[in-house]
């Protein structure tokens, strides 16, 4: 085919070719110049009449933001994503969104409108993971999903759970040994989930700043099992709370700690 040389086609079968009505043709031909197209793209210059304005996505924001959120217990360290009350949901926020343009006097946003700012322009959600893993089990599933392990990372996690399974072994022997053993005594120590306070169903409660209350247990091992809980609001170091209980021992009692139901850690303490 010579260059500039010019078929006649059926208009038809060129749109239906094309997937396209007479419009586009209508426009190229408008714009250009022996067969290319040449004019300027006007597209995307003129706001969407259906639009939402900038301030009523900042009202939206600005609501969104009264509630109060909290980090994650087990993975604050691996995300970033805060946590509402579990009693919300976007229905609900929704909800309490109309009330506050009522009382603002301010034209509410649609409910799709609404969730499409809270998924996109916030990394939240109404629910705290229930799964207690560390990093390294959370790396290997995560590789394992995607089937990316490596030979370094399987090696590492064979010998995570041996160092488990030694734990667990060792914490059942320690807590035979503290039955038989006048002398020596196993406790565990965990500290629960965080619970926000206070806690209603009263819309008022919503946008209230929460109390984070924590409670810190100890749990012997020993019959009768002795259990002591403690509730508070500000973190302090776990060995303050032991050795206020533990403080009649004697000076050659020996003492052997587990850091949570599953955890690895422990370390006897001489009194």
């Known amino acids: 085919m010579k260059a500039k040389q010019k078929h006649r086609v059926c208009q038809r079968f060129f749109e239906k070719t094309l997937n396209i009505s007479n419009g586009p043709i209508n426009k190229a031909f408008e714009g250009g110049q ?17 639009k939402s304005k900038e301030e009523d996505v900042a009202f939206v924001k600005q609501h969104i933001e009264m509630f109060p959120t909290m980090e994650s217990h087990y993975c604050r360290k691996n995300t970033q994503r805060l946590y509402l009350d579990a009693k919300l949901s976007i229905r609900k926020m929704y909800s309490l969104y109309l009330e506050f343009c009522h009382d603002n006097s301010r034209v509410p946003l649609s409910q799709s409108m609404y969730r499409k700012i809270f998924c996109t322009a916030f990394n939240l959600s109404f629910f705290v993971p229930k799964k207690d893993r560390c990093s390294l089990c959370n790396r290997y599933a995560e590789a394992k999903k995607t089937e990316s392990l490596t030979d370094q990372l399987e090696a590492l996690y064979n010998n995570h759970m041996a160092r488990k399974t030694n734990a667990n072994l060792t914490k059942e022997a ?5 039955e038989n053993d006048p002398t020596f005594l196993s406790i ?7 619970l926000q306070v206070p806690s209603g ?12 209350v924590y409670n810190f247990s100890i749990y012997e091992s020993r019959f009768p099992n002795e259990a002591y809980c ?3 609001c500000i973190i302090a170091e776990n060995c303050v709370y032991i050795t206020s209980v533990y403080t009649n021992l004697d000076s050659q009692m020996k003492l052997t700690v587990s850091y949570g139901r599953k955890s690895m850690a422990k370390e006897e303490v001489m009194r």
């Open 188 to 194: 565990t120590v965990d500290l629960q989930s965080v």
């Open 34 to 50: 022996d067969g290319f197209f040449s004019a300027e793209d006007k597209r995307g210059r003129k706001t969407p009449y259906n």
């Open 174 to 178: 320690d807590k035979q040994r503290s």
């Open 201 to 212: 169903d009263e819309s008022l409660l919503y946008y209230c700043r929460k109390l984070c």
């Open 230 to 232: 403690f509730i508070f």
